[in-house]
């Protein structure tokens, strides 16, 4: 296995509330979309090469992509796969937020994040947040950001001020929001952590498997990627039970929901593994381009961000 793991990214989410349709079936390999310019002039320096694609999220109307080594994030249309814009942010990019009309890029090397208009791409702001921001989520109010060098989670408003910042476990890799408190991954310690929203507390700890890294709440259930253990963790968010463990892939990474499935990218064995949100069987795995860390849904197709190809593989039929 291509174990991946320093500058692990961020786990972008978003819950669509429609079924892909039966094209999905019929694939057994996603269709790859290399990086390099594709449908826009790159008047950026420096991002040939191997640019590290580590974070994917929808925005609502476009596919966003962080691209590691290159210091930059790119714009896709979802509708063509074409690139219509690569902008400029902080070092080492690895985890976006997409948070109304705005986009949240964590600079795990410049520890501070950057706020670009999802519209143009314009750097609304930057703000210090200190040591390896590598995690973010939106509780509907504030921006919360996971440290992973110095063990602890921050909030942070709207507006770009600090407003907290609380102690956890070792290496807090990924957040969720549950609609009443924050979850995030304790990665060196194979846990999950419950934090009240006011003041950090932890209120639950669930163990999962080994190398938890990626998180996502469903609408009813969190699920939990073990990097090591090649499987999923399935919890109940009200009381911390452990509702299953499935097998998945090698290096489970990034995981995204659609209205029937969870979709789970797979770094070790450059695939996708597809679970039925109900049972957790696997419905199908695909093969991606290689090392994907990260997987979006926008509706209508799944992307995945392949960390080593400088690529994306998606559902969409060019």
Partial sequence: MKRMLAGLGIVALWVGAVTPGPLF???????????????????????????????????????????????????????????????????????????GNTLWVANLESDSLTKLRTTDGAVLGTVPVGDGP?????????????????????????DGGMVATFRTGRRPMHLAFDGTHMWVV???????????LSDGAVLDTVRVGEGPFGILFDGASLWVTNFFSHSVTKIRPSDGAVLGVFAVGDGPAGLVADSTSIWV??????????????????????????????????????????????????????
């Fill in 25 to 99: 079936a019929q694939l057994s390999t996603l269709n790859e979309i290399s990086l390099a310019a594709n449908g826009i002039s790159d008047a950026l320096e420096g991002t040939q090469g191997d640019t590290g694609p580590e974070a994917v999220v929808f925005d609502g109307s476009n596919i966003w992509v962080a691209e590691q080594f290159a210091n930059t994030v790119t714009r896709i249309d979802p509708m063509t796969g074409l690139r219509t814009g690569r902008y400029r942010v902080g070092t080492r990019p690895v985890a976006l937020l997409s948070v």
């Fill in 134 to 158: 590598g995690g973010l989520a939106f509780d509907g109010t504030h921006v919360w950001v996971a440290h992973r060098n110095r063990n602890s989670v921050s909030k942070v408003s709207i």
């Fill in 186 to 196: 304790i990665n060196h310690r194979n846990t999950v952590s419950k934090l009240r």
């Fill in 265 to 318: 990218a797979n770094n070790g064995s450059s695939t996708v593994t597809r679970l039925n949100r109900g049972t957790g069987a696997v419905v199908a795995t695909y093969s991606t381009g290689q090392g994907p860390f990260s997987v979006a849904f926008d509706g209508r197709n799944v992307w995945v961000a392949n960390f080593g190809a400088s690529s994306v593989s998606t559902t969409l039929s060019r």
